[in-house]
């Protein structure tokens, strides 16, 4: 499978725990995003690199989370002190950096923060 | 800031039938992309549109990216129940090709 995986799928945490999500994109791709869906709502994007930089973070990051690409492959994200308001999906994509270019997306992560 | 308005937000639909959902922003964009999400998974692209006017199909999808560049519509014709889920539009923002917003979601419900 060619595809954006994610891992884990689901993550049930106590609230103030730390959690990571791993996300490894379409091997060719240079370009990772992270979105985070609540129910009902479209995704929403949160953060994205190019290679290994980050290019841009949304409002919606806040300090307690953190987002990395060492090695321009795959990503992490890290949630530190969990809130409940944390729980969501959180999406991974990638795609190849271009004038037009098509994003896909993995499976997701579902968090529930108790 | 630039918004995607869907509609209609659900419907239900019998089996064989053809559905049309639309999806209209206030603002151009440039590429217009429709996804499927089934619960609990990712959404999988369906159609890319890159060009005003431009009308493309995937089996038995048609999309069609609108002359005014402020709408996009999907068909799906002949339902089968595995069409059940929710359709998003998405679409790049002009801060930059790389961040896409979203749409508010079609649910699809299917009826045998």
């Known amino acids: 499978d060619t595809g954006v995986s994610q891992d884990p799928r689901h993550k049930i945490t106590k609230r103030g725990q730390n959690v990571t999500f791993r996300c490894d994109p379409i091997?060719?791709?240079?370009?990772l995003y992270w979105y985070r869906q609540t129910l009902g709502q479209g995704p929403e994007f949160l953060t994205y690199?190019?290679?290994?930089?980050?290019?841009?973070k949304s409002r919606l990051l806040s300090d307690r989370f953190s987002a990395e690409r060492p090695k321009g492959s795959f990503s992490t994200l890290e949630i530190q002190r969990t809130e409940q308001g944390d729980s969501a999906m959180y999406l991974c994509?990638?795609?190849?950096?271009?004038?037009?270019?098509?994003?896909?997306f993995g499976p997701g992560t579902r968090l529930l923060v108790l | 800031g630039q918004q995607l308005n869907q509609s209609p937000q659900s419907m239900f639909i019998q089996e064989g039938e053809d559905v049309s959902m639309n999806c209209t922003s206030s603002?151009?964009?440039?590429?217009w992309l429709w996804y499927k999400q089934d619960p609990g998974e990712g959404p999988v692209l369906l159609i890319a549109l890159y060009k005003a006017g431009e009308l493309t199909s995937n089996g038995r999808l048609t999309a069609q990216f609108g002359i005014t560049r402020k709408d996009s519509f999907l068909n799906i014709s002949a339902s089968i129940p595995s069409d059940v889920g929710i359709y998003f539009c998405a679409g790049p923002t002009t801060s930059g090709t790389y961040k896409y917003i979203f749409g508010t979601g079609t649910r699809l419900k299917v009826l045998a």
């Open positions: 603002s151009i964009f440039n590429t």
């Open positions: 994509a990638s795609s190849l950096a271009s004038i037009v270019e098509t994003q896909y």
């Open positions: 690199f190019q290679n290994e930089a980050q290019l841009e």
């Open positions: 091997s060719e791709h240079n370009r």
